[in-house]
């Protein structure tokens, strides 16, 4: 069984800083990348940020570019997400996700195999 354990999330004001961490627990023969992404009230899951667990390369969306980065440590098996300058507009629910395999679009929720259970961050003016 597989489990993506998050943490880090917590409640801070307008340009302050947090890191988000996401480890894998369990057996994960294939890994192609991991992600993370963030959920408002009555929304879908936005993509944010990947991170190709192979050579390392990253993607963000224009939202976050800039201001967050993403990292992932091989040894330990976790994914963390460095943010930056964080705005009211930041505050969401933020999960972290595993894809086995490439799928296509890093956006999709359909590329994700694994997702961990969400943490919560609050901005506040």
């Known amino acids: 069984q597989v489990e993506l354990e998050e943490s880090g999330g917590g409640l801070v004001q307008t340009g302050e800083a947090l890191r988000l961490s996401c480890e894998v627990i369990?057996?994960?023969?294939?890994?192609?990348?991991m992600a993370w992404f963030r959920q408002y009230p009555g929304n879908e899951r936005g993509f944010i940020s990947a991170?190709?667990?192979?050579?390392?390369?990253?993607y963000y969306d224009d939202s976050v570019k800039g201001r967050f980065t993403i990292d992932r440590d091989i040894a330990k098996n976790t994914v963390y997400l460095q943010m930056r300058n964080l705005k009211p507009e930041d505050t969401a629910v933020y999960y972290c996700?595993?894809?086995?395999?490439?799928?296509?679009?890093?956006?999709?929720?359909?590329?994700?195999?694994?997702w961990g259970q969400g943490t919560q961050v609050t901005v506040t003016s």
């Open positions: 369990g057996p994960t023969p294939d890994r192609h990348a």
């Open positions: 991170i190709n667990w192979q050579n390392g390369a990253t």
């Open positions: 996700a595993h894809a086995s395999y490439y799928k296509g679009s890093y956006y999709s929720l359909d590329h994700w195999d694994y």
